[in-house]
Antibody, heavy 117, light 112 residues
Framework: EVQLVESGGVVVQPGGSLRLSCAAS????????MHWVRQAPGKGLDWVSV????????SYADSVRGRFTISRDSSHKSLYLQMNSLRTEDTALYYC??????????WGQGTLVTVSS | DVVMTQSPLSLPVTLGQPASITCRSS???????????LNWFQQRPGQSPRRLIY???NRDSGVPDRFSGSGSGTDFTLKINGVEAEDVGVYYC?????????FGQGTKLEIK
């Protein structure tokens, strides 16, 4: 059974930094592209970033490019999102997801990031 | 970026009646490999999104057959044949053909 468990979400001040983690199990982690998607309170889904199966390519939404960095560690079967220069508009539930069949086939339960002074 | 436009944004439905949601993309979702990577997701209240449909019309494992997807190019539809109480939630389309992936605004389905 595929399991994705996000962690690292906390309350942080504007301008601060945070690293989110996503622990994966139940599938061959090295074989799949991985994504981060966020959802602000009461709002829709907002794609954030992707990293290819081998870590060789990444892509970011315009709203986070230059501030967020996605990475992965095959030995720990984990996905990460380093978030710097955080803004109040980054407040959201952050999901990690596995890409399959040209979409996001499996999602975690999310971790809440609140940016507030 | 590809813009995904859903309609309606609110969908009140009587139990047992059919429901339909449309999704239009700002450019063709046909990939260079010949596939069309259009997905549909359901998000029940308080839950993570769950994919229902991939590549336009393929149901994910465990998805009831009352859910069906259709369409091509830039116009797509999700149909629910006989809405049940457990179908309440928000439905999103998402394209996986072009980076960055993009979602529709969401359609909130409620029971009348």
């Amino acid at each position: 059974e595929v399991q994705l468990v996000e962690s690292g979400g906390v309350v942080v001040q504007p301008g601060g930094s945070l690293r989110l983690s996503c622990a994966a199990s139940g599938f061959t982690f090295d074989g799949y592209n991985m994504h981060w998607v966020r959802q602000a309170p009461g709002k829709g889904l907002d794609w954030v970033s992707v990293i290819t199966w081998d870590g060789g390519n990444t892509s970011y939404a315009d709203s986070v490019r230059g501030r967020f960095t996605i990475s992965r560690d095959s030995s720990h079967k984990s996905l990460y999102l380093q978030m710097n220069s955080l803004r109040t508009e980054d407040t959201a539930l952050y999901y990690c997801a596995v890409e399959s069949q040209g979409g996001l086939g499996y999602w975690g339960q999310g971790t809440l990031v609140t940016v507030s002074s | 970026d590809v813009v995904m436009t859903q309609s309606p944004l609110s969908l009140p439905v009587t139990l047992g009646q059919p429901a339909s949601i449309t999704c239009r993309s700002s450019q063709s979702l046909v990939h260079s490999d010949g596939n069309t990577y259009l997905n549909w997701f359901q998000q029940r209240p308080g839950q993570s999104p769950r994919r229902l449909i991939y590549k336009v019309s393929n149901r994910d494992s465990g998805v009831p057959d009352r859910f069906s997807g259709s369409g091509s190019g830039t116009d797509f539809t999700l149909k629910i044949n006989g809405v049940e109480a457990e179908d309440v939630g928000v439905y999103y389309c998402m394209q996986g053909t072009h980076w960055p992936y993009t979602f529709g605004q969401g359609t909130k389905l409620e029971i009348k």
